[in-house]
């Protein structure tokens, strides 16, 4: 262990006490400006920034992002059929959308490949998937919808890129390769559904991040988020992605936490 000389400490401590009497009433104005100026959005910011417990993520997935008609709760079978489940005759299409920057480990990202296998192992069994796979740029795996199986094969093989967040190419290529492509073979008649998985704000192209999302959203697509991390900033970013807050929006703390939500998510039957 260093040994630090004693007349150090009192030099810092003398600087730490400077620093406070300057500082000090400095940020106690702004907090009062900002508490008078932005109390409603500090309100909603607060609430946001509220990670909920597992079993309710995993209680949102099931309802709004897989549409099934049971739930954790109660396990009923059928419960009344509502805006949100489907009709048994249309067929889900889902893109994964999966950011393999730079910011997220190896050993996480395979977390997140995972609890990915578990979303679709949980899913029915009819639903169709591509698979996007993105970092400084954008890849689209699966030129052509695939099936469940194809799907839980496909995601193991996914390679992290590691780069930038080029999230706004990635909804492109959405766009431009899948949804606005009668050959990528997804049934028109289902809805259309894009789960990004990420952990951070995109920071290439980012200006056209929310407009790109704005675009896809305009085509009828429903844009569902898993945010990995504390994202102490970046929320807004997440929240103008998201079609909705309540529905469409899903915090987990790492990808241990998202592997544990979808094995929270009972198998169907
Ligand atoms: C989640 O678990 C808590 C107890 O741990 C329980 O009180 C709550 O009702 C559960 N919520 C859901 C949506 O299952
Ligand atoms: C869905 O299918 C089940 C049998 O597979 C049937 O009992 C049920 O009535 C169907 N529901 C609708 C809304 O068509
Ligand atoms: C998918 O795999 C399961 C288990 O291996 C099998 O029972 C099922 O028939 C397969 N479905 C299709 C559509 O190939």
Same mark, same amino acid.
């Not at 504390?230 to 703390?253: K, N």
């Given at each position: ?67 099934? @008609?049971? !739930?954790?709760?109660? +396990?009923?079978?059928?419960? /009344?059929? *509502?805006?949100?489940? &489907?009709?048994?005759? #249309? ?7 999966? @950011?393999? !920057?730079?910011?997220? +480990?190896?050993?996480?990202? /395979?977390? *997140?490949?995972?609890? &990915?296998?578990?979303? #679709? ?149």
């Amino acid at each position: 262990m260093e040994l630090v000389p004693v007349n150090h400490f009192a030099m810092r401590y003398k600087v730490l006490f400077a620093f406070v009497l300057f500082v000090g009433p400095t940020s106690f104005v702004f907090a009062r400006r900002r508490h008078s100026n932005r109390y409603l959005s500090n309100a909603i910011d607060a609430e946001n920034l509220k990670i909920p417990a597992s079993n309710v993520t995993a209680e949102k997935i099931m309802r709004y992002f897989l549409r099934r @008609d049971d !739930s954790l709760i109660t +396990r009923r079978s059928k419960r /009344q059929i *509502g805006e949100e489940t &489907l009709p048994n005759n #249309t067929i889900n299409n889902v893109i994964y959308v999966i @950011d393999s !920057s730079n910011s997220i +480990r190896e050993e996480n990202f /395979q977390k *997140g490949l995972r609890a &990915l296998v578990y979303l #679709t192992e949980k899913a029915r069994p009819d639903t169709l998937y591509a698979v996007v796979n993105f970092a400084t740029d954008a890849t689209v795996l699966t030129p052509k919808f695939i099936s469940e199986n194809e799907t839980i094969a496909l995601l193991p093989t996914v390679k992290r890129k590691a780069g930038l967040t080029n999230t706004q190419e990635a909804l492109q290529v959405c766009k431009d390769k899948l949804f606005g492509s009668a050959l990528s073979g997804f049934d028109p008649a289902g809805p259309k559904n894009v789960l990004l998985v990420t952990d951070g704000l995109s920071n290439m192209g980012k200006e056209l991040t929310l407009f790109k999302a704005f675009n896809l959203k305009g085509d009828g697509v429903e844009i569902f988020v898993v945010a990995v991390g504390g994202f102490s900033f970046g929320m807004q970013e997440i929240l103008g992605l998201a079609s909705s807050t309540d529905r469409h929006l899903y915090r987990v703390m790492d990808m241990e936490s998202f592997v544990q939500v979808a094995n929270l998510i009972p198998s169907l039957q």
